[in-house]
């Protein structure tokens, strides 16, 4: 029983990564219309959460991505325009768009709106401030092969 266990102790232990300290996050960037000219904004204005199977395969990158909005804030629809790797984080993207819930912008009256919105995927070793300042930094690069 106990070298069972050890065994799989063991395992799990010879499983993990060299480093612990590798962390992952997500950059969102407003680029058209900048969140304070927006119509609608997201009811929670959180980070989102970086995708479980990118960091399992070590994905990062980053996706430029059109919303459309009807004049009741509701989702339309999410289109890539631009992604690096090329449209491998469409797909779990979209879905955290698709999941976003909006709320009218102070002072703005109720229309249909498009945005552009960037999110940075990125992953790295260090800090979670390192892995944070590089992100921010490859917010600033172009989103294109």
């Given at each position: 029983?106990?070298?069972?266990?050890?065994l799989l102790l063991l395992t799990l232990i010879a499983s993990m990564p060299l480093s612990a300290a590798n962390y992952g996050t997500v950059t969102l960037t407003h680029l058209l219309p900048s969140k304070e000219d927006s119509t609608w904004v997201r009811e929670k204005q959180v980070t989102?959460?970086?995708?479980?199977?990118?960091?399992?395969?070590?994905?990062?990158?980053?996706?430029?991505?059109?919303?459309?909005?009807?004049?009741?804030?509701?989702?339309?629809?999410?289109?890539?325009?631009?992604?690096?790797?090329?449209?491998?984080?469409?797909?779990?993207?979209?879905?955290?768009?698709?999941?976003?819930?909006?709320?009218?912008?102070?002072?703005?009256?109720?229309?249909?709106?498009?945005?552009?919105?960037?999110?940075?995927?990125?992953?790295?070793?260090?800090?979670?401030?390192?892995?944070?300042?590089?992100?921010?930094?490859?917010?600033?690069?172009?989103?294109?092969?």
């Amino acid at each position: 029983m106990n070298i069972t266990r050890n065994l799989l102790l063991l395992t799990l232990i010879a499983s993990m990564p060299l480093s612990a300290a590798n962390y992952g996050t997500v950059t969102l960037t407003h680029l058209l219309p900048s969140k304070e000219d927006s119509t609608w904004v997201r009811e929670k204005q959180v980070t989102p959460m970086y995708p479980k199977a990118f960091a399992m395969n070590g994905i990062v990158g980053c996706g430029v991505f059109e919303i459309s909005l009807d004049d009741s804030g509701n989702t339309q629809n999410v289109s890539l325009v631009s992604s690096v790797p090329e449209r491998i984080i469409f797909r779990p993207s979209k879905k955290v768009i698709e999941s976003w819930r909006w709320q009218l912008n102070a002072d703005k009256s109720a229309s249909a709106e498009t945005k552009i919105l960037r999110l940075d995927y990125c992953m790295g070793q260090g800090t979670q401030q390192d892995v944070e300042e590089q992100c921010q930094a490859q917010a600033t690069l172009a989103c294109e092969q």
